[in-house]
């Protein structure tokens, strides 16, 4: 089909085509001489007389004189036998979330600090689809579920699909292969990116059910981040805290200071509203990752860690820039770092994405001089913009071209060498519940 429908490349395709063949099946130099000289001669056919002037039969016999060198040195290859090697699995996984982190607002931190940040250092890029199963435009909830558990859903909705059926996570799933789990956040932990991860509900604002399960659940060994409130001050009257602690298993702290991080399971309350903005909780976030490695490093069966740079999106939400870049430095450095855990423990994939755009942030200078950049943002909520995800490690040679969000969850369980896991319910791959029409003729505001 390329070779039908892109001239300008023909050649390239066919030499690529040829490599994977002789790569795959070690063919005769003869025959792929001949599929060479056959697909060279189709394209000449359709070629129009005018396209056949001597720039174009130059380039052709340069092409073809680079595959003849390329297929001579290829069937030298073929007749030695090649031992595929088995590629290392991944152990541990640590999985970054920006909220409303797209490119614009990476470039924006980059820009702002004249640093490159962690971002370019990633061997394996690729490009994330966001919509929801309700909306072009996703919320964290849905996008959060979609990042967690491979399902799309209506926007709102955490950890169901579009017909509240429960969905599996990641954490779920690695948990049940005996791996210790992590969360780490700067907003509540019971707020919608983490909860995708760990709770059943079909509002994200049910924050004290969310809580509840929080407090329940058999499969998280950690959690670091605020919302306390959502433990100790309930309109039931329970005070959760009291209950994790004596009924639950879990040791609770209020700060990250003295906390004993060979404790099979905690939870670091550490402000009853989301933790303050990057500028007055200085190094937090790293220090909670820090942390949370010191404990997961001990794990026999390995570990799954969900880091989410939470305010990020907030910045976005109000359109101060400050803040934004102050937030996306914060979790450039958090990134650093488990990065230099996985570079020394070649067992650890990270993986860093995020869940949408928020602010609808452009970069341009408003006099079209090309000489001031200014941080526009085109909207206090999220966009539909799609995001990066960035990968290193075992299994990060997954993440590159266009993906849907619901592809994350299969890809590192690939890295992990878990990829028959599933949860048997019905893939969906949104847009049913589709709401929104994009307007063509709309002007910006
Ligand atoms: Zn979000």
Not at 375 to 396: D, K, Q
């Amino acid at each position: 089909m390329l070779l039908e429908s892109n001239k300008t490349t023909n050649y390239d395709v066919v030499i690529l085509s040829l490599c994977v063949t002789a790569r795959n099946e070690a063919v005769h130099f003869g025959s792929l001489f001949s599929r060479l000289f056959h697909c060279v001669r189709k394209d000449a056919k359709r070629l129009s007389v005018e396209q056949l002037n001597p720039y174009n039969m130059k380039n052709l016999s340069l092409y073809s004189l680079f595959a003849l060198i390329l297929l001579g040195t290829l069937s030298s290859f073929g007749s030695k036998k090649v031992i595929a090697q088995e590629p290392p699995k991944a152990l541990n996984v640590i999985y970054f979330i920006g909220d409303g982190t797209a490119l614009p607002q990476v470039y924006a931190g980059m820009l702002a600090t004249r640093q490159e940040l962690v971002f370019p250092k990633f061997p394996y890029i690729g490009v994330v689809d966001t919509h929801s199963a309700s909306n072009d435009i996703t919320d964290s909830a849905a996008g959060g579920t979609a990042l967690a558990s491979d399902h799309k859903t209506r926007n709102a909705m955490l950890g169901m699909n579009p017909d509240t059926i429960p969905v599996k996570t990641l954490l779920e799933v690695f948990a049940e292969q005996g791996k210790e789990t992590g969360i780490v956040v700067t907003s509540y932990i019971t707020h919608a990116t983490p909860a995708a991860f760990y709770a059943k509900v079909p509002h994200r604002r049910q924050y004290e059910d969310i809580a509840l399960q929080f407090a329940e659940a058999q499969n998280i060994n950690l959690a670091i981040g605020g919302g306390m409130k959502h433990f100790n001050q309930r309109k039931d009257s329970i005070n959760l805290v009291e209950r994790m602690e004596n009924e639950l298993g879990w040791k609770v702290y209020d700060t990250l200071a003295n906390i004993d991080v060979t404790c099979k399971k905690y939870a670091v309350l550490a402000n009853d509203d989301h933790m303050p903005p990057a500028a007055k909780r200085g190094d937090f976030l790293p220090r909670a990752v820090e942390t949370a490695l010191q404990t997961l490093d001990n794990a026999e069966n390995g570990f799954f860690l969900m880091v989410e740079g939470s305010q990020i999106d907030f910045a976005c939400h109000g359109n101060d820039s400050a803040w934004m870049v102050n937030e996306v430095v914060d979790f450039s450095n958090a990134i650093q770092l488990a990065l230099d855990y996985a570079e020394e423990h070649g067992n650890t994939l990270v993986v860093v994405t995020a869940d949408h755009e928020t602010g609808g942030l452009t970069l341009p200078d408003p006099k079209g001089k090309y000489t001031n950049v200014v941080f526009n943002y085109s909207t206090g909520s999220h966009t539909c913009l799609p995001v990066m995800v960035y990968a290193y490690g075992p299994g990060a040679e997954q993440f590159t071209g266009w993906m849907q969000n619901t592809d994350i969850k299969g890809k590192i369980l690939n890295a992990c060498g878990l990829e028959n896991i599933g949860d048997g319910l019905p893939e969906n791959d949104g847009r049913r519940f589709n709401a929104v029409k994009v307007n063509l003729d709309s002007k910006p505001e």
